[in-house]
């Protein structure tokens, strides 16, 4: 499989039997950073997914299972674990120069000859919901964005993770009063202009890990800017949503971004007529 970026493809063991899976290493920048590629096994065209995990280092590591899930559901589903992970060179930043993985990831998919031209989809769960949407404003391209349980400023995550606090600071280089542009060019709030794809917000209110907040922040924004925004909103829910529910959840959001896409082809034939 000769595609841009990737400097090796190994097969890794697929929990799903309609799905492979295979272990990447791609060049992000000047390192080698390892990831997930999951394709349905049944030959075809298929829309891109780019799932931009949580957490950092080995807390919300990307799960094989998940990604067969999304694969599953009619997608093409690249997941990097993010530099200094897994065996891939370089050290994390949280949403700092990191986001070169997320960026060079989505061009991978791009290029890949089984993904369908301009329909890759970004998805981000927790600390991947600001990687989403970084990569959503450095790509107008991308055909839709949906974060779940998503960070969307990462002031108001010092604030309210107390427990955070001091990883924040050794990788971030200092706390927000101290270094406000670096807490800001984390922050895609900022630039939410530039982005062009419809945005599907997924939150449970009782969530203690990611507070509802973000999420009305993102959407308050993204409407005072007349772009498309969905919300999907659990009153009973935490950070992780019930097992049966979860998987309700996951088909509904790929319905979602699937209408995205025969929404941009409706648009497109209107303005080739």
Not at 140 to 165: F, P
């Amino acid at each position: 499989m000769a595609i841009q970026y990737m400097l090796e493809i190994q097969p890794f063991p697929s929990p799903n039997p309609f799905v492979r899976l295979f272990s990447v290493t791609y060049l992000s920048g000047e390192l080698k950073v390892k990831g997930l590629l999951a394709e349905p096994k049944e030959p075809g065209l298929y829309e891109g997914f780019l799932y931009l995990r949580g957490g950092i280092k080995n807390v919300g590591m990307v799960r094989p299972a998940r990604i067969a899930q999304f694969a599953a559901e009619g997608f093409i589903v690249f997941a990097p674990f993010y530099r200094g992970n897994r065996g891939g060179e370089g050290n994390e930043d949280f949403a700092g120069a990191d986001r070169e993985d997320a960026f060079t990831a989505f061009e991978l998919l791009k290029a890949h000859p089984s993904v369908k031209k301009d329909r890759v989809h970004i998805f981000g769960f927790s600390r991947g919901g600001v990687m989403a949407l970084l990569t959503g404003i450095h790509y107008v391209d991308a055909a839709s964005i949906v974060t779940w349980g998503g960070v969307t400023d990462m002031v108001l995550t010092y604030v309210e993770r107390k427990d955070l606090r001091r990883m924040m600071k050794r990788v971030i280089g200092g706390t927000p009063k101290t270094e406000p542009k670096e807490y800001e060019f984390r922050t895609p709030l900022y630039e939410l202009e530039k982005l062009k794809a419809p945005v599907l917000i997924i939150h449970g209110e009782l969530d203690g890990n990611v507070s509802i907040e973000h999420a009305k922040r993102l959407e308050k924004r993204l409407n005072s800017l007349g772009k498309y925004v969905d919300t999907w909103y659990f009153k009973n829910f935490t950070h992780y949503f019930p097992p049966a529910r979860n998987r309700e959840v996951v088909t509904d959001l790929c319905m979602w971004m699937k209408r995205q896409s025969c929404i941009m082809e409706a648009s497109e034939g209107r303005a080739n007529q």
